[in-house]
């Protein structure tokens, strides 16, 4: 034990302070943090929703509103990962400035994926409080 204390001693933290992650993965990061938190991920870690397929005997959405299954959460994730998808696409789609061909094709698949996230969530939402 000893030994360990001796060696953990002759570390020098100061070339750890150092380091500086780029700031995209520190974006990367955030947002993969904010997708799992809005898309129920502390609430799957701290509950244990059950885990159901849809079938035509089982319903695909927990019929209480304050209540989800662990397939609903990974549905709304999929969805806004769709969405976040389409916004970084659109964006992009401005360093096409000189190609207007390509930057339109870039920010019709964007907003595509914007909507079809949006119609999504809606959707699922409204299954959920029928």
């Not at 799992?36 to 799957?44: C, H, N, S």
């Not at 096409?96 to 994926?113: D, F, N, S």
């Amino acid at each position: 034990m000893s030994r360990i204390l001796k060696r953990l001693g002759e570390i020098n933290f100061r070339n750890v302070s150092s380091i500086k992650p780029s700031k995209s993965v520190i974006a990367f990061i955030t947002i993969a943090l904010s997708i799992f938190i809005l898309g129920g991920g502390v609430y799957d870690i701290m509950e244990r929703p059950m885990a159901v397929l849809p079938t035509p005997g089982n319903p695909s959405f927990h019929p209480d509103i304050s209540q989800q299954f662990l397939t609903e959460s990974i549905s709304f994730i999929f969805l806004l990962v769709i969405g976040v998808s389409g916004g970084y696409i659109s964006f992009r789609s401005t360093r096409h400035a000189y190609r207007p061909r390509e930057a339109k094709m870039t920010l019709a698949l964007g907003v595509l994926m914007l909507i079809l996230a949006v119609i999504g969530s809606e959707a699922a939402l409204l299954l959920k409080m029928r």
